[in-house]
């Protein structure tokens, strides 16, 4: 049963039972209207008052100042790789897209996974248009521990653009949201169900629709005119109702965001005391054994969230791998399974995983070693 397992996957990831167990009442019957909350339009009232009450919420999680617009869209993190550079581009007309750094390029790392080339060794332009990263990668295991020093705005509070990727990371750690022009994460892994998006951006990047950039420069630079659901002006124009928004999804991350605000005073530093004593408990029996595991990723940048590693015990990793992953399932400890890409075991740390099941599953990982 769901009280047996700790479940490790990467995303989707687990949901707090009563925050599903209310979500199941109000499908059928919200706040006794007698209609289920997914069936009311999402022009009512009550969907409104659910946004802002979620949008608040959010906003007093991660200290987000009301300089920052909080949108609730469509598409995945998949579709605000595009959207962001659609729009920021768009609202940059005068410069040009110069640079996108990667925070885990492969190649940088002897075709090794798991780095964070060195500051000093980015190419950033001198004054780039747009830098990208992704906080935390979700596939390796690397995270970057702090914003990078050279991205910082100077002293005139000026900077580059900063859009960042926090899809597996976000509410795990306080984020200097003043540095970032815009983040975005897809719900699915702490904060709600899959299906919904979120983008916090600076409102000085909502320029008026008139100021979209001329189609020649988009043309120019080989991107498509943004279709208007990827529009963050249009979306925010209409508090994230341009279209049919599924008020379900954001109820959902209502009322984990009101769990969370509840069982943490101090908000995301609270919750960062424990994804952090969470993840030491797992590297540290990890590291116990360096004949029987390795970690993938380099030490100063290997993720809090994702922790991946391979299980080098014997000639045969794939068969160490297998009775691993096998014996952990007969303790009701799954999803450990490592991307299919790169195979090995990966146990995702996101904010559903109580300290108890990291517990359990450090202590599982050093009775096998022992074994
Ligand atoms: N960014 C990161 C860091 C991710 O982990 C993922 C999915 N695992 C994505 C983006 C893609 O997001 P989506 O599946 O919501 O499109």
Redesign the pocket.
């Known amino acids: 049963s769901r009280s047996d397992i700790t479940y490790f996957g990467?995303?989707p990831a687990l949901l707090p039972t009563v925050v599903l167990e209310e979500g199941a009442k109000a499908l059928l019957n919200y706040h006794d209207t007698g209609l289920g909350i997914a069936e009311h339009s999402h022009r009512s009232q009550l969907a409104s008052d659910i946004i802002n009450q979620t949008k608040a919420d959010l906003a007093s999680c991660l200290d987000i100042p009301d300089s920052y617009e909080i949108l609730f869209m469509q598409g995945?993190?998949?579709?605000e790789f595009a959207a962001t550079v659609y729009n920021f581009v768009g609202t940059w007309v005068a410069r040009k897209l110069q640079d996108i750094i990667r925070d885990n390029d492969r190649k940088t790392n002897g075709g090794k996974f798991g780095t964070i080339p060195e500051e000093s060794t980015w190419k950033l332009s001198k004054d780039p248009a747009l830098v990208y990263f992704?906080a935390?990668?979700?596939v390796d295991g690397v995270e970057f521990p702090d914003f990078p020093q050279s991205l910082q705005p100077g002293p005139d509070g000026k900077g580059p653009i900063v859009i960042a990727?926090m899809?597996?990371n976000i509410l795990t750690k306080k984020i200097p949201i003043n540095n970032f022009s815009a983040i975005f994460f897809?719900a699915?892994k702490n904060l709600g169900l899959t299906g919904i998006?979120v983008v916090v951006i600076k409102k000085s990047f909502l320029p008026p629709a008139t100021s979209q950039p001329p189609a020649s420069l988009m043309r120019q630079l080989g991107l498509p005119i943004p279709p208007t659901i990827f529009q963050y002006e249009t979306i925010a124009k209409n508090n994230s109702l341009y279209n049919t928004l599924s008020i379900f999804d954001v109820y959902i991350i209502g009322q984990v965001l009101g769990k969370f605000l509840q069982t943490y005073p101090d908000k995301v530093e609270g919750q960062q005391a424990v994804s952090d004593k969470k993840a030491q408990l797992i590297y540290d029996a990890i590291e116990a054994f360096p004949e029987i595991y390795k970690i993938i990723p380099n030490k100063a940048v290997r993720s809090r969230i994702n922790i991946c590693f391979r299980v080098t015990k014997g000639d045969d990793i794939d068969a160490a791998e297998r009775v691993f992953l096998e014996e952990g399932l007969a303790q009701g400890l799954i999803g450990l399974k490592g991307h299919r890409s790169l195979g090995g075991i990966r146990a995702s740390n996101y904010n559903s995983v109580p300290l108890e099941g990291a517990e359990k599953l450090a202590k599982f990982i050093r009775a096998f070693a022992m074994s």
């Open positions: 990467a995303g995945g993190g998949t579709g992704c935390n990668e979700t990727d899809s597996s897809g699915q998006t």
